[in-house]
């Protein structure tokens, strides 16, 4: 019996993770088709004097790994950080309430979702019982992370991500035309997000863009190269990110020509390696795992990216905002960058 069940249960496994890769782009697709309006938020009083003040140094802007299901739902370790960041950059403003895995922003809670009674099944269940239940949100996740990157969906998704992002920069008083340094710090999978939007959000905004990741898992996507600077934190024990690195061959030395490749033969590549760091939990980038300098993990990632935002605010080198973005492809012909 159990040697008639164990290949049962695989066959099962097996044909749902097919079928959930094969409509995973139905969302990037229906978005664009416009059958899935984006939710709209009423501008807030504070926001409309924002705009009238002086621009920030910078505007940082939050995208969290594949275990969220609503923007506003970060974890307790990303929710400190960010609280900290605040206070070690200071005069810049942050932006952490994107759900960036629907080109639509709608959260896996909205109830316009086909599975929106799973998901706030999922998120009312218990700790210890949502640790299982949460894959379904990793794997949901990843697979639009896998959209993303894919050269026939991507583009769509990218665009639709640039948008969102640009609209979570208006609710906090960006300036327009103002052309100040807008800064995407990714954990996880959304880096990729961030990647992808990069070179649609330098021409949305025409303003310097610089990227952060923090165990990101990305490859390489037409638009990377407007970016001023690209910052990546590897984790010396992070097995994802060595994966990234391997799965996504656009990233290997041997493809020079690779939007990747040429980014890095810039100049603006630059890697920070934290030794004994892992992708989660507590010897994880957020975690409170204490090295021999009784110094956290958490506060060894704080640091590091406080000091690369005050580093690169600093740096007086001109910054792109205009290359490459021809090849980020031009969504203009089908949608306007100005609705």
């Known amino acids: 019996m159990i040697g008639f069940v164990i290949p049962a249960a695989l066959a099962f496994i097996l044909i749902a993770l097919v079928l959930a890769a094969m409509i995973a782009p139905a969302e990037t697709m229906t978005w664009w088709a416009g059958w899935a309006d984006r939710e709209t938020e009423e501008t807030e009083p504070e926001v409309e004097a924002r705009e009238q003040s002086t621009p920030a140094r910078a505007y940082i802007v939050y995208l969290a790994g594949v275990n969220v299901i609503s923007g506003d739902a970060l974890t307790n370790g990303e929710k400190r950080f960010l609280k900290c960041l605040r206070k070690r950059a200071p005069g810049c403003i ?30 009312r269940t218990s700790l210890k019982r949502r640790r299982r239940l949460a894959d379904l949100v990793n794997l949901r996740n990843i697979f639009q992370v896998l959209v993303a990157a894919d050269p026939r969906y991507g583009p769509i998704f990218n665009f639709g991500a640039a948008d969102l992002i640009r609209d979570g920069l208006d609710r906090v008083g960006y300036p327009k035309d103002s052309k100040s340094t807008v800064i995407i710090i990714g954990y996880s999978g959304g880096i990729q997000i961030a990647a992808g939007a990069a070179g649609y959000l330098s021409r949305l905004l025409r303003a310097p863009i610089s990227i952060i990741s923090i165990g990101g898992l990305f490859t390489s996507t037409p638009g990377i190269e407007s970016l001023a600077s690209f910052h990546h934190l590897r984790g ?14 656009m990233r290997w030395k041997i493809f020079a020509r690779s939007h990747w490749n040429r980014l890095r033969r810039a100049g603006r590549v630059f890697f920070h390696d934290l030794p004994g760091m892992s992708h989660l939990g507590p010897k994880g980038y957020f975690g409170p795992l204490r090295r021999e300098s009784n110094e956290t993990n958490f506060n060894r990632t704080l640091a590091c990216v406080a000091t690369i935002i005050e580093r690169d605010l600093n740096r007086p080198e001109d910054r792109p905002v205009d290359g490459a973005l021809q090849e980020a492809g031009d969504p203009s012909d089908i949608k306007s960058l100005s609705q």
């Open 94 to 123: 942050i932006v952490d309430d994107i759900f960036p895995y629907s080109p639509s922003g709608r959260a896996l809670i909205g109830n316009t979702r086909f599975f929106e009674k799973l998901w706030r099944f999922i998120e």
């Open 236 to 249: 010396g024990s992070d097995k994802s990110v060595r994966l990234g690195a391997v799965i996504f061959p």
